[in-house]
Nanobody
Framework: QVQLVESGGGSVQAGGSLRLSCVAS????????MGWFRQIPGKEREGVAT????????YYADSVKGRFTISQDNAKNTVYLQMDSLNPEDTAMYYC?????????????????WGQGTQVTVSS
């Protein structure tokens, strides 16, 4: 049974930083992409950043480019999201996700496995 467990969320003031972690377990076949998505109640889920397990290629939403960095530690089955220069618009529940298939890398509909989420709140 695949499990994705996120941690690292919390409350921070605008301009601050947080680092999210996602530990994966239970895979029979390792995913090819892992990513971070976020959602605000009443709004559509947004793809934030994803990373290709093979070579570490990273993909970002325009809204976070230059501020967020996704990385992976394959030995620890862990994916990280370093979030810098946070602003109140980044406030959301952040979810870790994984997939083995294809499709648009920031499209949450192409991901098979999801964590429970970790809340990030940025105050002005």
């Amino acid at each position: 049974q695949v499990q994705l467990v996120e941690s690292g969320g919390g409350s921070v003031q605008a301009g601050g930083s947080l680092r999210l972690s996602c530990v994966a377990s239970g895979y029979t076949n390792s995913p090819n992409f892992m990513g971070w998505f976020r959602q605000i109640p009443g709004k559509e889920r947004e793809g934030v950043a994803t990373i290709y397990a093979g070579d570490g290629s990273a993909y970002y939403a325009d809204s976070v480019k230059g501020r967020f960095t996704i990385s992976q530690d394959n030995a620890k089955n862990t994916v990280y999201l370093q979030m810098d220069s946070l602003n109140p618009e980044d406030t959301a529940m952040y979810y870790c996700a994984a997939r083995r298939g294809g499709g648009r890398v920031l499209d949450g509909g192409t991901y098979n496995y999801w964590g429970q989420g970790t809340q990030v709140t940025v105050s002005s």
